[in-house]
């Protein structure tokens, strides 16, 4: 499916980012730049804009998009609609009834899980993994091994937001990475 609606330029997107995107110096600790999307979320015209815009920037024929809590599901489920795709949760562990797949992952301080129904796609589709940010990689890279695991085809991974100099794309060889703005940390 064709994205429908004006699209606007870098230079634009640009613009937008520097009025939606707040920034918060040393939270949630000392030393963290902290960036909040909600301004962004609470301008329809804004957010309807950047699903646009990121939507030129993807893949064609995109069949799912599974977007990793909680942000992911706040950006994938329009992108989806957008794109005429349907939409997969990635939840954090025990939020899933049944007998959810879980890939387990480390933490700068512990581990976590992420899971995906069972049942929820099917083998060979042609499917993108959303988040909102891109920072050490670590999410994206579980989100990345779990949705692999139903054998569908992984079209790469794409991002609201990455943080320059944080490498986060060094976790994630082999895939393909779209952004719709990359920053400095």
Same mark, same amino acid.
């Given at each position: 499916?064709?994205?429908?609606?004006? $699209? =606007?330029?870098?230079?634009?997107?640009?613009?937008?980012?520097?009025?939606? $995107?707040?920034?918060? +110096?040393?939270?949630?600790?000392?030393? /963290?730049?902290?960036?909040d999307i909600t301004p962004l979320l609470g301008d329809g015209d804004a957010l309807r804009r950047v699903i646009?815009?990121?939507?030129?920037?993807?893949?064609?024929? /995109?069949e799912y998009v599974v977007g990793t809590e909680a942000r992911g599901f706040t950006l994938g489920a329009p992108?989806?609609?957008?794109?005429?795709?349907?939409?997969? +949760?990635?939840? %954090?562990?025990? %939020?899933?009834?049944?007998?959810?797949?879980?890939?387990?992952? =480390?933490?700068?301080?512990?581990?976590? *899980?992420?899971? /995906? +129904?069972? %049942?929820?796609?099917?083998?060979? *589709?042609?499917?993108?993994?959303?988040? =909102?940010?891109?920072?050490?990689?670590?999410? *994206? *890279?579980?989100? $990345?091994?779990?949705?692999?695991?139903?054998?569908?085809?992984?079209?790469?991974?794409?991002?609201? /937001?990455?943080?320059q100099g944080l490498n986060g794309r060094d976790r994630l060889p082999g895939v393909d990475i779209t952004t719709?703005?990359? $920053?400095?940390?």
């Amino acid at each position: 499916m064709s994205v429908t609606g004006p $699209i =606007d330029t870098p230079e634009q997107m640009d613009e937008l980012r520097r009025s939606h $995107i707040a920034e918060f +110096p040393d939270f949630p600790e000392p030393g /963290i730049l902290f960036r909040d999307i909600t301004p962004l979320l609470g301008d329809g015209d804004a957010l309807r804009r950047v699903i646009r815009y990121w939507c030129s920037l993807l893949p064609e024929n /995109i069949e799912y998009v599974v977007g990793t809590e909680a942000r992911g599901f706040t950006l994938g489920a329009p992108l989806a609609y957008e794109l005429g795709a349907g939409f997969v +949760p990635a939840r %954090k562990a025990g %939020k899933l009834p049944g007998s959810p797949r879980t890939v387990r992952y =480390d933490l700068e301080y512990g581990s976590a *899980a992420v899971e /995906i +129904p069972a %049942k929820a796609l099917p083998r060979g *589709a042609r499917t993108l993994v959303v988040d =909102d940010l891109l920072a050490t990689g670590g999410t *994206a *890279a579980a989100t $990345i091994d779990l949705t692999r695991e139903f054998e569908v085809e992984l079209l790469g991974a794409s991002f609201l /937001i990455e943080l320059q100099g944080l490498n986060g794309r060094d976790r994630l060889p082999g895939v393909d990475i779209t952004t719709v703005w990359s $920053i400095p940390n």
